[in-house]
């Protein structure tokens, strides 16, 4: 199976605040990567796929990039909305695998 | 719009079985794969099952190969998983997902159903 490797585990900012997680993969996923917003008690939020391509609906201030097996989240201009937990996931393989997710705290 | 809706949790003994069902509306169900992903209480998302968009193709994660089965009904918009010989670290919730057209990522999700193994 392939590994997906998140880091920072977890991440302290303040709005407006520009932050990165990083996404790492133990074999080439190509630009097989999604990300996905968690908060407590909520199903999970798509925010981008294909690496780099913005969920229809998701803010601007949300970006991705990265192929082969390193990957980016960038938001920039953090909002109060934002403070949730953030989990890459890989499409490559039939065999699906999420990281191990970055909470983002508020500072 | 598209609404997803899981049921069939509940609190079960170690070494019994559970079937979650995940209702579909609001798109094209025969043409989607469909997903279980769970989260145990405190941890990370972990992808359990994928069933192709014409049943034909099933997919596990080691944990549950051989104990769970997924299955679809198309004539009901359905999406299920067996839960076979359940133990404690099976305990989370359990959220059902529609895979996209260009992939095999979660375009949308059910709000989850919860399932309780007891130690």
């Known amino acids: 199976d392939i590994q997906m490797t998140q880091s920072p585990p977890s991440l302290s900012a303040s709005v407006t605040d520009r932050v990165s997680i990083t996404c790492r993969a133990s074999q080439s996923v190509d630009s097989w990567l999604a990300w996905y917003q968690k908060k407590p008690g909520k199903a999970p939020k798509l925010l981008i796929y294909?690496?780099?391509t913005l969920q229809s609906g998701v803010p601007s201030r949300f970006s991705g990039s990265g192929s082969g097996t390193e990957f980016t989240l960038t938001i920039d201009s953090v909002q109060l909305d934002d403070f949730a937990t953030y989990y890459c996931?890989?499409?490559?393989?039939?065999?699906?695998?999420f990281g191990g997710g970055t909470k983002l705290e508020i500072e | 719009q598209v609404h997803l809706v899981e049921s069939g949790g509940g609190v079960v003994q170690p070494g019994r079985s559970l079937r979650l069902s995940c209702v579909a509306s609001?798109?094209?169900?025969?043409?989607?794969?469909m997903h279980w992903v769970r989260q145990a209480p405190g941890k990370g998302l972990v992808w359990v099952s994928t069933?192709?968009?014409?049943?034909?193709?099933?997919f596990y994660t080691a944990s549950v190969k051989g104990r769970f089965a997924i299955s679809r009904d198309d004539s009901r918009n359905t999406v299920s998983l067996q839960m076979n010989s359940l133990r404690p670290e099976d305990t989370g919730v359990y959220f059902c997902?529609?895979?996209?057209?260009?992939?095999?990522?979660?375009?949308?999700w059910g709000p989850g159903t919860v399932v309780t193994v007891p130690s």
């Open positions: 996931q890989q499409y490559s393989t039939s065999l699906l695998t």
């Open positions: 997902a529609k895979g996209a057209a260009a992939g095999n990522y979660f375009e949308y």
């Open positions: 609001g798109f094209t169900f025969t043409t989607s794969a």
């Open positions: 294909r690496a780099s």
């Open positions: 069933i192709s968009y014409d049943g034909r193709n099933k």
